[in-house]
């Protein structure tokens, strides 16, 4: 399995961003899907998450402006990032986990929040 995420950009604090990672290969079916950051010298933190069943969940400092969702037709999941902040300015990672219990990353997208 191989995720190619996007969408990553320099955008200025009050903007909007979506990522989008696509999951690809042959004979595998994805759980849950998560999007993580790291920012520069610090620890790799998880944004939001989304399971199999819709299920969402948020990072605190996000879940009023940010919103994942998932197109399981497409093996995608998006991130909309609205109300950018600087502290927002990180390399993100989509993270799937397939229904074999084995867990995949993408190789990251920079978002950087300045003016």
């Known amino acids: 399995v191989q995720l190619q995420a996007s969408g990553g950009a320099l955008v200025q604090p009050g903007g909007s961003l979506r990522l989008s990672c696509v999951a690809s290969g042959r004979g595998f079916r994805i759980n849950a899907m998560a999007w993580y950051r790291q920012a520069p010298g610090k620890q790799r933190e998880l944004v939001a998450s989304?399971?199999?069943?819709?299920?969402?969940n948020y990072e605190e400092s996000v879940k009023d402006r940010f919103s994942i969702s998932r197109d399981n037709a497409k093996n995608t999941v998006y991130l909309q990032m609205n109300r950018l902040k600087p502290d927002d300015t990180a390399v993100y990672y989509c993270?799937?986990?397939?229904?074999?219990?084995?867990?995949?990353w993408g190789q990251g997208t920079l978002v950087t929040v300045s003016s």
């Open positions: 989304i399971t199999s069943g819709g299920s969402k």
């Open positions: 993270n799937i986990w397939t229904a074999t219990l084995r867990n995949f």
